[in-house]
C-alpha cells in the first residue's frame, strides 16, 4: 500500500493528514496546539528567524513535522507523496529559505539591508531532503507563493470557496492567526493577510483550548446563555444555562460537569454575549470577580476579551483596507466567505456583531 501525506504548517500549529493514495482515503490525523517557535504571529516567527538564523528556525520547525508524521499510524518508508500548504513565511523556514526579502518592505528598504529576493514558485522536490523522515526521492508538492505574506494556503482558500467564479463582489477571510483575505471586484482581486494571533484559535485565552471534546464552542440565546459543549463525537450539546447578567446557572444541562475549556469559536460567542449583557465597559468585565464564569470552572476574563479585541481589530482592519484600496464602500459588497476552522464553525451573526465581519 502507498501512502501519502497532506500537510499544513500554520502559525498556530502544524496539522497533518496520512492518506491513502489508492483511493483518496484520509487515515489518520494529526495536530500540533502550537508553534515550536516562540511567540504569537508571524512578526515573531520572522524576528525570531532572522536574529538567529534560518538553519536554526528550519531544524525547529522540521522537528517538530517529523513528530506529527510519526503520529500518522502509517509505515513513513511506504510514503511517496506529501502535500503542503502554508503561507509563505511557514513555507520558507519548511524548506530552509531565508525570510528577510517578507520582513522588509519595499525595494528601497531591500537595497538598505541587502536583501536578495528568494525564489517561492511551485514545484515538485525531494521531501527528504528538506528534513522529512520519509524515503528518498518521495515527492513533495510545494505550491506557489503569491506574494509576501499571502501564499498557498489563501490560493486553497479562494479556490476551493468557489470565490474566483463569483461575478458579484465578494470578500473571502481565512479566520486564523495569520487572517488572510482576499477582495474580488470585477476582475481585480485585492490580497492582504492581519496578524491576528492567536485567540480565534483558543490560544492566549485563559481557559482556551483547540477544538475537541469537552470544550465550549458556542453560547446559544434561549431567554438565557446555553453552553453548546463538543462531545466526543463533535457534535455540539446541551451544557449549563447562565444568567450573566445575575451571573447564575440557571439551568444544568445533559453535558453539565463535561467541559473542560472553550475554542476560538466560543470565544467569539462569549465577547457576544458579554456585549449583550452589557458586562463590557471601558475594557473591563464588570462582574463581581472580573471574570465571566461559564460552567465547570470555564470562564473568560477582561484579558481574554482584550485578546479577542486584538484579533477582531486586526481583521477588521484588514478588511477596511482592502474595501478602501478596491475603490468600494461596504455595503457594495454582496458575499461574504468564512474559511478556517473557526471561520466554518463560528456563528456567523455572533461573528457579525463582535465585528467580525464587515457590516453588509
Known amino acids: 500500500m502507498a501512502y501519502g501525506i497532506s500537510l499544513d504548517i500554520g502559525t498556530s500549529g502544524t496539522r497533518a493528514h496520512s492518506v491513502d493514495l489508492s483511493d483518496g482515503r484520509i487515515i489518520a490525523t494529526a495536530v500540533t496546539t502550537c508553534h515550536p517557535m516562540p511567540g504569537a504571529n508571524i512578526m515573531d516567527h520572522l524576528t525570531f528567524c532572522i536574529k538567529n538564523g534560518t538553519d536554526l528556525a528550519h531544524n525547529i520547525l522540521m522537528d517538530t513535522v517529523n513528530k506529527v508524521i510519526s503520529q500518522l499510524e502509517i509505515d513513513l518508508k511506504k510514503v ?6 502554508g503561507n509563505p513565511i511557514q513555507l520558507s523556514l519548511f524548506q530552509g529559505i531565508p525570510v528577510d ?3 522588509f518592505a519595499g525595494e528601497n528598504a531591500h537595497k538598505a539591508h541587502n536583501i536578495q529576493k528568494q525564489k517561492r514558485d511551485a514545484g515538485v522536490f525531494d521531501a527528504s531532503a528538506v528534513g522529512m523522515n520519509v524515503p528518498d526521492g518521495t515527492e513533495l508538492y510545494v505550491p506557489p507563493a503569491i506574494r509576501h505574506e499571502i501564499g498557498a494556503d ?3 482558500m479562494m479556490y476551493k470557496s468557489g470565490f474566483l467564479e463569483q461575478k458579484e463582489n465578494c470578500l473571502v477571510t481565512d479566520y486564523g492567526t495569520n487572517a488572510e483575505m482576499a477582495l474580488k471586484v470585477g476582475d481585480e482581486i485585492y490580497t492582504g493577510s492581519a496578524a491576528a494571533g492567536p485567540a480565534m484559535e483558543g490560544q492566549s485565552i485563559r481557559c482556551g483550548m483547540l477544538a ?20 466526543d ?3 455540539a450539546g446541551d451544557g449549563d444555562q447562565f444568567d450573566f447578567g445575575l451571573e447564575m446557572c440557571t439551568d444544568e444541562g445533559p453535558m453539565h460537569g463535561m467541559a473542560k475549556g472553550i475554542t476560538g469559536t466560543g470565544v467569539v460567542a462569549a ?4 456585549m449583550d449583557s452589557r458586562l463590557w465597559r471601558k475594557g473591563k468585565l464588570t462582574t463581581s470577580d472580573g471574570k465571566m464564569r461559564m460552567q465547570d470552572d470555564v470562564y473568560i476574563d477582561s484579558h481574554d476579551i482584550s485578546e479577542a479585541c486584538k484579533a477582531i481589530g486586526a481583521m477588521r482592519a484588514g478588511h477596511f483596507t482592502l474595501i478602501e484600496h478596491a475603490g468600494i464602500k461596504c455595503e457594495d459588497l454582496d458575499i461574504m466567505y468564512m474559511a478556517g476552522a473557526s471561520g466554518t464553525y463560528v456563528d456567523a451573526v455572533k461573528a457579525r456583531e463582535v465585528g467580525l465581519l464587515p457590516p453588509l
Do not use: H, N, T
Request: with cysteine.
Open 271 to 274: 465577547v457576544a454575549a458579554a
Open 233 to 235: 463525537q463533535m457534535m
Open 80 to 85: 511517496e507523496r506529501v502535500a503542503i500548504c
Open 212 to 231: 475537541s471534546p469537552g470544550a465550549i464552542s458556542d453560547l446559544e440565546y434561549e431567554f438565557r446563555w446555553r453552553c453548546k459543549i463538543l462531545d
Open 154 to 156: 489563501a490560493l486553497a
Open 101 to 103: 526579502d517578507l520582513a
